[in-house]
């Protein structure tokens, strides 16, 4: 089973154009896949308020509330979406992801011992497939990296190092054209905030060369998650 896992904080008018489209694709029976959604979001009542009032199977489609979150937190956030899925294939994607049915396809080919990209321009460099005990292997998303960047290529060069082979994806995903581009950081925190990710993550490469979260938990939230 495929695993959509997305995720956000406060992006209404994206999740409102591109959640009916993967729920309409992965309800299409002519793409012959078995299918999830996990939606993470952080404290957001607008984005539940919409969602409440759609007509999604909640068999298919679980919405995963972090209360209380004041401080969104991207890799905090993918884990959360993988401990709360139930498919054999992660598909981590950013909320403003829109698939083609060849994704999907081509999707449900990926073998264990391979993870797929879509590559780095066009704002894909966030989408990443793995199996999910590739996933379990590096111990998910180094939860100590926070702020903005470097996330994407910590993750990348973790599965890299525990043996995995790279795919790029031939029917790449497209990406929502829309004036709502989020802007968390000012560019010299956004810098900032980048080589500090950079630094943290060669660290803790001298500590193992591909496990995440040593001697922690990741992608929890105790009494902080509602499920729907």
């Given at each position: 089973m495929l695993s959509f896992l997305t995720y956000c904080k406060g992006r209404l008018d994206a999740a409102k154009q591109t959640l009916p489209n993967l729920y309409n694709l992965i309800q299409d029976k002519a793409n012959k896949v078995s299918a999830e959604i996990v939606l993470v979001e952080y404290d957001d009542t607008d984005l539940w308020n919409w969602w409440s009032k759609q007509n999604f199977d909640p068999q298919i489609f679980h919405y995963v509330w972090v209360k209380y979150a004041d401080k969104w937190h991207m890799n905090h956030a993918r884990n959360v979406a993988a401990v709360e899925s139930h498919g054999d294939v992660l598909v981590f994607?950013?909320?403003?992801?829109?698939?083609?049915?060849?994704?999907?396809?081509e999707l449900a080919d990926l073998k264990p011992g391979e993870f797929a990209v879509a590559g780095r321009g066009e704002h894909l460099s966030g989408f990443?497939?793995?199996?999910?005990?590739?996933?379990?292997?590096?111990?998910g998303y180094e939860e100590s990296l926070s702020g903005y960047g470097y996330d994407d290529d910590a993750m990348r060069i973790c599965l890299q190092n525990a043996g995995l082979q790279q795919r790029e994806l031939v029917n790449k995903p497209t990406v929502l054209q829309h004036g709502e581009r989020t802007k968390f950081l000012d560019t010299q925190d956004t810098v900032a905030s980048?080589?500090?990710?950079?630094?943290?993550?060669?660290?803790?490469r001298q500590l193992h060369p591909w496990k995440n979260n040593l001697n922690r938990n990741y992608g929890l939230g105790g009494e902080l998650l509602e499920h729907f």
């Open positions: 994607m950013d909320i403003d992801n829109i698939l083609l049915p060849a994704t999907v396809t990443l497939a793995c199996h999910s005990e590739d996933y379990d292997k590096v111990n980048w080589q500090v990710n950079k630094y943290t993550f060669e660290l803790l």
